[in-house]
């Protein structure tokens, strides 16, 4: 204890024959992927452990894009693209064919899997959400007969 402050500290010393096993050593990688959303003018950055995989990888980026859909929904298309040419990115584009794009769609598989090598300021993710659902509303149609009918009725008065 420290006398003149009363504050105590607790330090460990370990004989180095056992030093390996209290050794601890951070094991995985934080990296940016710089992603865009399929449509949009902006891209951005996802910081993420390179242990974390591609689903985790789908809900950082729902969550940064603020997009109204379940991460799993996402469509994933690996690229390696200049932030400068963002603009070419438009919806419609054969993401595979123009760019090279390869699908990630295996949501359980380590992101260090997927990305050995990242270039800082390059588009490494181009992000498709789904199709927006479309709901059909009940219509009735009137058969022409029943048209006629009403048209008639409506000039008796």
């Keep these: 204890m420290n006398q003149l402050n009363g504050s105590s ?3 460990k010393i370990f004989p180095p024959e056992n030093i390996r096993s209290y050794t601890y050593t951070k094991r995985y990688t934080e990296i940016m992927i710089g992603c865009i959303i399929l449509g949009e003018a902006s891209a951005f950055p996802i910081d993420i452990s390179t242990e974390k995989t591609i689903g985790h990888l789908k809900k950082a980026i729902k969550d940064q894009a603020e997009l109204n859909c379940p991460p799993r929904k996402l469509k994933l298309w690996k690229v390696d693209i200049p932030e400068s040419k963002k603009n070419e990115i438009y919806k419609g584009v054969d993401i595979k064919v123009k760019y090279g794009g390869e699908e990630l769609n295996d949501d359980l598989i380590p992101i260090k899997d997927s990305f050995e090598k990242l270039v800082h300021g390059h588009i490494n993710i181009i992000v498709e959400p789904p ?27």
């Design 9 to 11: 500290v607790q330090t």
């Design 131 to 157: 199709q927006p659902e479309t709901t059909v509303s009940s219509m009735h149609i009137i058969p022409d007969e029943v048209k006629i009918e009403i048209r008639n009725k409506g000039s008796l008065h």
